[in-house]
């Protein structure tokens, strides 16, 4: 069983940054696509960042030129590069993984592509 354990969330200022952690383990089969997501009160699950086996990524606009995604394969960790953070990016932040090759599709970002998920990690960025 796939199982994704997050870390490296907090508290920051306005402007402040943190880098997200996920490792992944269990998995039978190439997990070849990976995510970030985040949930803020009341609002829906939103896609931030994905990124291929072959290192391509997408980004939601909101956090581009912001945000970097990579990952350690050596590790099975993925990571969420967070930088000149805002009060609109406070949510609990998701990874996610999927066995598809969904990286390049214009809707990489939806959640429903991802199958396995870790349990959140909070970040909370005041003014």
């Known amino acids: 069983q796939v199982q994704l354990v997050e870390s490296g969330g907090g508290s920051v200022q306005d402007g402040g940054s943190l880098r997200l952690s996920c490792v992944v383990s269990?998995?039978?089969?190439?997990?070849?696509?990976m995510g970030w997501f985040r949930q803020g009160l009341g609002n829906e699950r939103e896609g931030v960042a994905v990124?291929?086996?072959?290192?391509?990524?997408k980004y939601a606009a909101s956090v581009k030129g912001r945000f970097s995604i990579s990952q350690d394969n050596a590790k099975n960790t993925l990571y969420l590069q967070m930088n000149s953070l805002k009060p609109e990016d406070t949510a609990m932040y998701y990874c996610?993984?999927?066995?598809?090759?969904?990286?390049?599709?214009?809707?990489?970002?939806?959640?429903?592509?991802?199958?396995?998920w870790g349990q959140g990690t909070q970040v909370t960025v005041s003014s």
């Open positions: 269990g998995y039978t089969y190439r997990q070849y696509s």
């Open positions: 990124i291929g086996s072959d290192g391509s990524t």
């Open positions: 996610a993984t999927t066995p598809r090759v969904i990286v390049g599709l214009a809707t990489a970002l939806a959640p429903w592509w991802f199958e396995h």
